[in-house]
C-alpha cells in the first residue's frame, strides 16, 4: 500500500503540473499572437491525441486482460478503412462501433 502522504504529494504535484503547462498558452501568451510554426504544429494536437487513447485499448484491451482481441482488431481496421474512404468520423464511428458489437456478440 502506498503511503498516504506520498500519494497526495504526488496528485498535486501532477496537477500543478497540468496548471502550468495550460497556465503557459493561456495565461501567459493571452492576446499575443503566436508564430505561425507553433499554430502549424498545434493544428495537429487533437488529430495525435485520439489514436493515442485508442491503441492501447485496441492493442492490449483491459477486457481481456491485456491479449490482443480479434473484435477490437477488427473493429479498429474497419473504421480506419471507412475513415479513409468517407473522410467522416460519423460513419466511421458508427461502422466500427457496429462492427466491434456485432463481432463481440458472435465471438
Known amino acids: 500500500m502506498t503511503d498516504k502522504t506520498a500519494l497526495w504529494t504526488i496528485i498535486i504535484a501532477i496537477g500543478l503540473g497540468s496548471f502550468l503547462l495550460r497556465f503557459v498558452f493561456t495565461g501567459l501568451v493571452g492576446n499575443r499572437r503566436m508564430p505561425a510554426w507553433l499554430l502549424r504544429h498545434l493544428r495537429y494536437t487533437a488529430v495525435a491525441?485520439?489514436?493515442?487513447l485508442v491503441a492501447p485499448q485496441v492493442l492490449?484491451?483491459?477486457?481481456?486482460?491485456g491479449a490482443p482481441d480479434p473484435a477490437r482488431l477488427a473493429a479498429a481496421v474497419v473504421t480506419f478503412t471507412v475513415a479513409l474512404i468517407?473522410?467522416?468520423?460519423?460513419?466511421a464511428l458508427f461502422a466500427g462501433a457496429s462492427t466491434l458489437y456485432g463481432l463481440l456478440y458472435l465471438l
Open 49 to 52: 491525441i485520439l489514436p493515442a
Open 86 to 91: 468517407t473522410k467522416s468520423m460519423l460513419p
Open 60 to 65: 492490449w484491451p483491459a477486457a481481456t486482460g
